[in-house]
């Protein structure tokens, strides 16, 4: 389902499949895109799961690379992945909101460094989430618990701390090509726009399930014209946005089946052939049909828990859908 007053994004195809190993995805948070051509998808798996925490690494074709990172406490390891950025080396950082530290890897998955300390002081951390590089290699990291965002080095020195004050619960972050900084303002409902010197500019969205309105966002993105793109994680949706934060677009979410969906289905017949005789366009008299959490988890096609959008640089836009173990991609009209 599309609502739009202009087609801003198109549906292009979808990545992944639900797999605890190897290739597929188990419950992803985020999206890195490589300078490479790869993508890291971020497996977070589910609280108390051991298996299933790693990064995934395919491309645009589905083709799959391997996996690096696991569940535990030590060097390379996460127990709850939150998000992932690269700097302009094509080095991997990556948050885990549980152990409130940042870890880096190579573009090859090979471990470079971890580095974070929980508490409330400056340059501490508290559920870190979101992250992004600026044109600078500086870190910004959405601090959640804290209720603000902490700009560091790559390695981890404490530069600045911004939206103390303002934000509420921080989720995603990006670093717009103009220098300003977006944060999914979870809490309050909206999308904060910083300078690069931290001072807050401007919101977007209000509360509500309406066009334009958001109910805990958890991603924004930014492409080169100043459009935003928004995960309206609550709404179980994304909406695009202008560059002063008029209504563009809504997306519900148009997935098909991916590359390793259709190897598996024809692999299992049995399966494949029981889906082949399904009706997933049916009717459902929905207890509750202007839930959206509850429209979202009948219907296949539709966005189920969109925690992440990320932008490529090529005109494409990396939807990473929880719920349904995927990635839907879209293009971005030029």
């Not at 499949?17 to 490589?34: H, I, K, L, N």
């Amino acid at each position: 389902m599309t609502t739009a007053t202009t087609q801003l994004l198109s549906y292009d195809r979808t990545l992944g499949m639900s797999v605890m190993e190897g290739r597929g995805f188990y419950y992803p948070a985020d999206t890195v895109v490589g300078d490479n051509g790869r993508l890291y998808v971020v497996n977070r798996s589910l609280e108390s799961v051991d298996r299933g925490v790693r990064v995934t690494v395919c491309d645009l074709e589905s083709e799959y690379y391997g996996t690096f990172g696991a569940y535990g406490e030590g060097d390379g390891q996460f127990v709850w992945l939150t998000s992932g950025a690269k700097n302009s080396r094509g080095d991997i950082y990556l948050t885990d909101e549980y152990l409130h530290r940042v870890t880096a890897f190579d573009a090859e998955g090979n471990f470079l460094q971890l580095w974070g300390t929980h508490g409330s002081a400056d340059g501490e951390l508290d559920g870190p989430c979101g992250i992004a590089f600026d044109s600078d290699d500086n870190l910004y990291v959405s601090d959640t618990y804290n209720n603000r965002i902490q700009k560091f080095t790559a390695g981890g020195v404490h530069l600045a701390s911004i939206g103390e004050g303002i934000l509420s619960m921080p989720w995603g972050i990006t670093v717009a090509p103009s220098g300003h900084i977006y944060a999914a303002d979870w809490g309050n409902d909206r999308i904060a726009r910083f300078t690069p010197d931290g001072e807050f500019v401007a919101s977007y969205g209000e509360p509500g399930r309406g066009e334009g309105q958001l109910i805990k966002p958890a991603s924004v993105a930014v492409d080169a014209n100043g459009n935003i793109y928004v995960a309206d994680w609550g709404n179980e949706r994304v909406q695009a946005f202008d560059p002063d934060g008029n209504f563009v677009q809504l997306l519900r979410g148009e997935a098909t089946l991916s590359p390793w969906a259709v190897n598996f289905l024809s692999i299992n017949r049995e399966e494949g052939e029981a889906r082949s005789r399904a009706d997933l366009e049916r009717n459902i008299d929905f207890f509750d049909p202007d839930d959206p959490h509850e429209v979202s988890s009948h219907i296949e096609k539709y966005f189920w828990s969109p925690m992440s959008v990320k932008l490529d640089g090529k005109g494409r836009l990396f939807v990473t859908e929880s719920n349904r173990h995927r990635v839907q991609v879209y293009r971005v009209a030029s």
